[in-house]
């Protein structure tokens, strides 16, 4: 299914958080493709700007979008804020956010470290209302536009997308305490935004993500995963770029 047959992105301001490498770089992909200008964020500064480039060349390629490399470690409060700052010095408005940054730990009961709850927690969930909080002002600024479906003018609010996973809605597989509680955190997080920023325009909404061949998930992902599966597919480009 073509993405564009169910939603319309072209002209988007999109930020996502650590959209230059994994999941994030598929996501970041899906919107340069149809249209969006991406404005990618990485602590790795230059698979952040490496990304960004053969994002723009593929938007070049298919009459899509743009990929802007702003690099910055959200573990960071001030680079948050940076980042903030810098993203409102180059737009006045911010269609998208993707909550995408994180951090897993997998590690056994005996020896799961107890300085991988702080990376974690502090990543995976603080820094996803960090980021919306800072970037409220931009998000809303762009709610309540009106956009036009087939001649028809509907309602087009601001989104604000977290990454979440399957491990934070059911008992994990395997032993990855900090970032299943994560994950489980965020998606309540995601439910008491909405209800917050629902009023200004703003929707929110956490996915569940499965197995993607992202780098964090490499150590663990194992065709095994999908042995279970109703419908066997590892995550890629399409199907992120659909949700």
Not at 65 to 75: C, F, R
Not at 84 to 91: G, I, Q, T, V, Y
Not at 115 to 124: D, F, Y
Not at 168 to 180: D, E
């Amino acid at each position: 299914m073509d993405v564009n047959s169910l939603f319309n992105v072209k002209g988007k301001v999109v930020l996502v958080t650590g959209g230059g490498k994994g999941i994030g770089r598929m996501i970041s992909e899906g919107y340069v493709t149809n249209g969006a200008k991406v404005y990618i964020s990485s602590r790795d500064a230059k698979a952040c700007e490496a990304a960004a480039a053969e994002l723009s060349a593929i938007g070049s390629k298919t009459g899509g979008g743009t990929a802007i490399a702003l690099p910055a470690d959200l573990q960071s409060l001030d680079q948050c804020k940076k980042l903030a700052e810098e993203l409102a010095k180059r737009e006045s408005k911010l269609h998208v956010l993707v909550n995408n940054s994180g951090a897993a730990w997998g590690a056994d009961f005996d020896s799961h470290p107890d300085s991988a709850w702080t990376k974690v927690m502090t990543l995976n969930v603080q820094r996803v209302f960090t980021m919306t909080q800072l970037l409220a002002p931009l998000l809303q600024a762009a709610a309540g536009q009106t956009a036009e479906t087939e001649g028809q003018p509907v309602q087009d609010p601001a989104r604000v997308i977290n990454i979440g996973s399957i491990d934070g809605i059911r008992v994990p597989t395997l032993p990855n305490f900090g970032y299943s509680a994560s994950k489980a955190a965020l998606h309540h997080l995601g439910r008491t935004l909405a209800v917050e920023l629902g009023p200004r325009g703003i929707t929110t909404n956490t996915i569940a993500c499965g197995p993607f061949p992202s780098k964090m998930f490499k150590p663990v992902f194992d065709r095994a995963f999908l042995n279970g599966a109703i419908i066997r597919l590892d995550g890629g480009i399409s199907q992120l770029a659909r949700l």
